[in-house]
Structure formats: C-alpha cells, structure tokens
C-alpha cells in the first residue's frame, strides 16, 4: 500500500506515524514545503485537558510531549487595568518548532523520513498511491484542484492580528485588552517554554487602518505593539517572526473526501485561535483516518466515508463554537464599554458552550467574585 502525505505540520507527521506504526510494510511517503527546521509562529496552546486522546492509545507519543509542554490551572482577563482570575480553565503550551521535532523524531522511529524543502504543483508529481492525504495546509493543493469536489470555500474575518514573541514568561494564559486614543488592540499571551511566551496581537479593521499599520514595516509596527502593551511586558521588547498581519482563514469543505483524496486539518477546517484547540483538532483528525483505515482493513472506498462520518459531528460542533468565539472577537471594541465583571462573563460564555450552571462547577471562584457585585 501506498501513501502520498502532502504536509509535515501535526497533522501530517501524526498520521504518517500512526499508519507506519500499524502498517509496517506501507509505503508511507510524506512531503513538505519547507525544511524542517522552517516554522512560523511561537507556541501553541492546547486546552489542559488535550492530550489525554494520546495518554491511553499512543503512550509514547504522549510521554515524549508531555514534560515539555508548560501548563497552568487558570487565565486571566486584562480590562481597563483591572484583572479578572477565571479559576479551573487550564491550557498547556509548546513551542510550536519543538512539537515538530518531537513528531519528526516519531516518525524516524518507524523508518519514515519526510522530504522537506520539495514543492510540489502538481499532483500528477505524487506518481501512483493508494491514498493521497491533504494535509498541506489553508493553502492545500490537494482542495484546490479538487475544490468543486470537495465544495471547497474560505472567507477571512476582518480583523487583523500578527503572532509575535517575547522573552516575558506568563503566570496563566492572559488576554490584554487596550483601549487607546489610535484604536482598539487586545494580547493573547501565554507562555511555551522558560523564559518564552507566545504574544499574538490582535487589532479590529478599523484600528488597523487608522494606525497606518497596513503601511509600516515590521520594526515600526513592532514598536507601535510594544507601546501599547508596554506594562505587559514589563518593557521588554517583542521578536518578530514572520510577524506579518493577517486575516484569520475561515476553511470549509462540504465534503472531506474524493477518489483516492481525503483532507485533514487546517486543509479541511479551520478552528480560530481563541479556542486553542487547531492542533489538537488536527492530531485528532490523524487519529480518526488511521482509525478508520484500520477497521476496514485499509480499503480507501469504504475508510474514507466511514472517517467523515465518525469525525463531522464532533467536529462541527468545535467549529461552530469557533465560529461563535471568533465573532465576538470580531467585536471586542464594542464588548470594552462593560465593566469588568460584565465583560469577562460575555468573554468566558462566547462561544455558546458555558453557561452558568457548568461554570459554577469549572470556575467556582469566579463565579463567587461576579455574584459578590450583585447581592
């Protein structure tokens, strides 16, 4: 049997891993844009509870991740320099080039060594496979020559936001919230590894606009982040990265499979940042295609809607809290005229997935501190 993997990102290596791991006379070959070591971005962050998928089904993998990742047990909110302590609502964090390595270390252990730095523009280049995987990616050649058979389609979200760095360590994930006479700006910050933290900024499209921002470079719109969030950093400077401001991808495909071709992670959906949940979706999407193959004895015609039938609601579900999540941050300038208590209540139940009754039990001493205000 053989397997085209195009894309070395988690999703990528993940699967290639599993399906070596279960199927060692495969031919398994993976292939990648960039070179190994070429990554974009700083941390990622993963819900505190996200890697228990591996801990039972693939103890290895968890082992090698675990004792790398920094984790803590709250998040707090930054409003008109006022602090808000949401309590039982961890994350844990990698740096997002270290969880590359560690995947790639797995995979070389079941004999498969990807091919980075090959650019692929054609399938016709992938020769004859068995199964061709789309894991390249919000860009994937794979859904774009099969868009009308996949019912491909993106839309972006008007804000804008670029990922940056900073030698800052976090207590707990913190969102920063700035209103200043140029515009709306809010941080979402966390911590990834001793002394390294993740500082994505975030500005709404008419600050974004208004600033100049779409005109500067990368030194001054580094500056002009710097300064408005110079408490948070304590002063100290932000390292750029492929800093480059964006629009966040929204990525759909009515269906998830075509032919010989089936798409996961970021090539099939997109989850938008503030849920923390895109990598783990896609380790979750390669878990549940392997799955698929092994029980129907690896025959693509019936694995590949048997994994879209499995994986679409579950899925959805998250997108659509995703979706939720990220239209209100769409509007987080309007959000800013509440007062603290109110305004960490609209951000902790955005999304539609926590009401007041189950944050009584996630979050039992918020919950205690907004009620104080209205008894």
Not at 310 to 319: C, D, Q, W, Y
């Amino acid at each position: 049997m053989r397997i085209a993997i195009l894309g070395a990102g988690p999703a990528g290596l993940y699967l290639s891993y599993l399906i070596k791991r279960r199927r060692p006379d495969a031919d398994v070959v993976v292939i990648e844009q960039n070179q190994a070591d070429a990554t974009f971005g700083f941390g990622v962050v993963f819900s505190d509870r996200a890697l228990e998928f591996l801990r039972d089904d693939d103890p290895d993998t968890f082992a090698a991740i675990a004792p790398q990742m920094e984790s803590w047990s709250d998040m707090t909110l930054v409003h008109k320099n006022e602090r808000a302590v949401i309590d039982g609502i961890g994350f844990a964090a990698i740096g997002r080039l270290k969880l590359l390595e560690l995947l790639q270390a797995r995979l070389r252990s079941v004999g498969v060594q990807p091919q980075f730095g090959r650019v692929v523009k054609s399938l016709d280049e992938l020769g004859e496979a068995d199964l061709i995987v789309g894991a390249d990616g919000v860009n994937s050649l794979v859904r774009h020559t099969y868009a009308e058979e996949f019912g491909a389609g993106i839309g972006y979200l008007a804000n804008r936001f670029a990922w940056f760095g900073t030698s800052k360590p976090f207590d707990t994930l913190t969102q920063t919230f700035r209103h200043t006479p140029i515009g709306n700006f809010n941080a979402h910050h966390y911590r990834y590894a001793p002394g390294r933290s993740t500082f994505i900024v975030e500005v709404d499209a008419a600050t974004f606009v208004g600033t100049g921002l779409e005109r500067m470079d990368d030194a001054d719109s580094r500056a002009l982040c710097q300064k408005v969030f110079a408490d948070a950093l304590d002063g100290r400077p932000l390292i750029s990265n492929n800093s480059v401001w964006r629009r966040f991808p929204q990525v759909s495909n009515a269906r998830w499979h075509h032919g010989k071709h089936v798409l996961i992670g970021d090539a099939l959906h997109t989850a938008h940042f503030s849920i923390g949940s895109g990598t783990r979706l896609a380790m979750e999407d390669a878990i549940a295609l392997n799955r698929a193959l092994a029980e129907h004895k690896d025959d693509i015609v019936a694995a590949l809607p048997a994994f879209e039938a499995a994986r679409r609601p579950i899925l959805e579900k998250i997108v659509a809290g995703a979706n939720r999540s990220a239209a209100w941050y769409e509007n987080f300038g309007e959000h800013m005229a509440l007062g603290i208590k109110d305004f960490a209540m609209s951000y902790i139940t955005r999304s539609g997935r926590v009401d007041i009754e189950r944050l009584r039990k996630l979050s039992p001493g918020f919950v205690r501190w907004v009620q104080d205000e209205a008894q």
